[in-house]
């Protein structure tokens, strides 16, 4: 179908570097207009590399989230697709993790989810639709205890789009996560290769180009999925 998107605006949380970058790399290379965030001032070379608009903030903080909303439609007039990336959740022994830790985890990896929807949705159902993809894991889905606190929150995060799903999938709210696995913005460990059934890590422009075809229009029928981009090591069904 065609998808035109030279006009289409999108927002990237954590888009300084890692997976945040390689999405939005991908995003502007697909024509997307892009307003995007980071705490690190690195974002501003990033935002010149890819002639978008940048600021700085950070993603646990509702005030920042508001203000990148506000400039996004400031800046460009409408909101069609946002990226949601954010940092690691404390990694800890499971019963030895504090409930300050739990709290982190919970604002680090749940909540910028939960608060961009909340600020987008009255957007996305004013203009016809809008479309979402939150970066979450392959331990939402395959718990390890090397990440309990992602395992625990990014289980959750799927949870929570389905019922974004169920209650505004008819407004014309699109959303849905991408859960990589071992990935090349990590140097590689030969223990971890040889759990992956591929024999590699993957690379992060094509954990890229799978959030720019979710965006897309082409994905206009893909609602409150979690797509595993792991190269095969969760083995269940």
Not at 17 to 31: E, H, K, P, T
Not at 49 to 78: C, F, N, Y
Not at 175 to 183: E, K, Q, R, S
Request: proline share 4%.
């Amino acid at each position: 179908m065609p998808d035109n998107r030279k006009n289409k605006v999108a927002i990237v949380t954590a888009a300084s570097s890692g997976l945040g970058r390689a999405g939005a790399r991908a995003l502007a290379a697909d024509g997307w207009k892009l307003v995007l965030m980071s705490r690190s001032d690195k974002i501003n070379e990033i935002a010149g590399e890819l002639g978008a608009t940048a600021m700085q903030g950070d993603i646990t903080d509702p005030v920042a989230l508001e203000q990148l909303v506000k400039l996004a439609m400031d800046t460009h007039g409408r909101i069609d697709g946002a990226l949601i990336n954010t940092g690691h959740a404390p990694k800890g022994e499971l019963l030895e993790i504090t409930d300050e830790e739990w709290h982190v985890g919970l604002d680090m990896v749940l909540m910028p989810t939960v608060r961009l929807t909340r600020l987008l949705m009255p957007i996305f159902a004013g203009q016809g639709g809008g479309a979402i993809v939150s970066m979450s894991s392959f331990a939402a889905v395959q718990a390890d205890l090397t990440y309990p606190l992602s395992s625990a929150f990014r289980a959750a995060l799927s949870s929570y789009m389905k019922l974004c799903v169920d209650r505004h999938a008819g407004q014309g709210l699109r959303i849905n996560a991408v859960l990589p696995g071992f990935m090349d913005n990590y140097p590689v460990q030969e223990d971890a290769v040889r759990q992956v059934p591929t024999g590699r890590y993957g690379k992060v422009q094509e954990l890229g180009e799978t959030i720019a075809f979710l965006l897309s229009e082409s994905a206009g029928y893909i609602n409150g999925q979690a797509i595993l981009v792991d190269g095969g090591i969760v083995k269940s069904i």
